[in-house]
């Protein structure tokens, strides 16, 4: 999963409680993007980080934040899960410019919100 | 608001058949049009990828056709084999960054 972590792997919480999901690269890559996968949505950007401290959102960005302090890693949190995003989560990197800028995609997290 | 529509759902091909998937898109400015392959309880993988400005694309058993005036373009696997069941994403991006997936095309290459 060209040197991308994602942990962790599964993770089972209740409504209301804060969750972060923390994504790791070796690769030095400057780009760095969660997104969520749900059955009949496909894949849909949650946010991305373009370097260190710079982050933007993407088409569902709502209810989630993120963090970018070291370039390896990025950061996901739910400040107060809720059912709607038991989801599983992907991590993806890619070095960055256009147009042809391929992604790698971690192993993912399956989150639960009871 | 679904950027990229991806047809079907799901397909069911014997060995040896060509499955093909299709995608379409509204945004013309969309430039860069890649096509991800995932395994069960792993994540995408780049497959194979297209620019505007070419009608096709071939990598090994993998064909992406590429309509531009119908603002379509779809993913053909040759020869198609069991190992080639997975699901598979078109996707579309502008700016290289935000990229938009369709929804998804499960495979299923009976032997």
């Known amino acids: 999963d060209a040197g991308i972590t994602q942990s962790p792997r599964h993770k089972v919480t209740e409504t209301g409680t804060p969750v972060t999901l923390r994504c790791h690269q070796t690769e030095n890559h400057r780009y760095m993007y969660w997104y969520r996968q749900d059955p009949g949505h496909g894949l849909r950007l949650i946010h991305y980080s373009y370097g260190v401290k710079d982050t933007d959102k993407g088409e569902v960005s709502d209810g989630y934040s993120v963090s970018r302090s070291k370039t390896e890693d990025f950061l996901l949190t739910l400040e107060s899960a809720t059912s709607s995003q038991t989801s599983v989560y992907f991590c993806a990197i890619s070095e960055g410019g256009r147009p042809y800028n391929e992604q790698f995609f971690g192993p993912g997290t399956r989150l639960t919100v009871l | 608001q679904q950027q990229v529509k991806q047809s079907p759902q799901s397909l069911i091909v014997q060995k040896g058949g060509i499955p093909i998937i299709n995608c379409a898109y509204e945004?013309?400015?969309?430039?860069?049009f890649p096509w991800y392959q995932q395994f069960p309880g792993k994540g995408p993988a780049l497959l194979i990828a297209i620019r505007p400005d070419v009608s096709e694309k071939k990598e090994g058993r993998f064909t992406i056709s590429f309509n531009k005036s119908a603002k379509q373009f779809s993913l053909h696997i040759m020869d198609s084999q069991p190992g080639d069941s997975a699901t598979y994403f078109c996707a579309a991006t502008i700016t290289g960054n935000q990229f938009y997936f369709g929804t998804g095309t499960s495979l299923t290459v009976i032997p």
């Open positions: 945004n013309t400015a969309f430039d860069y």
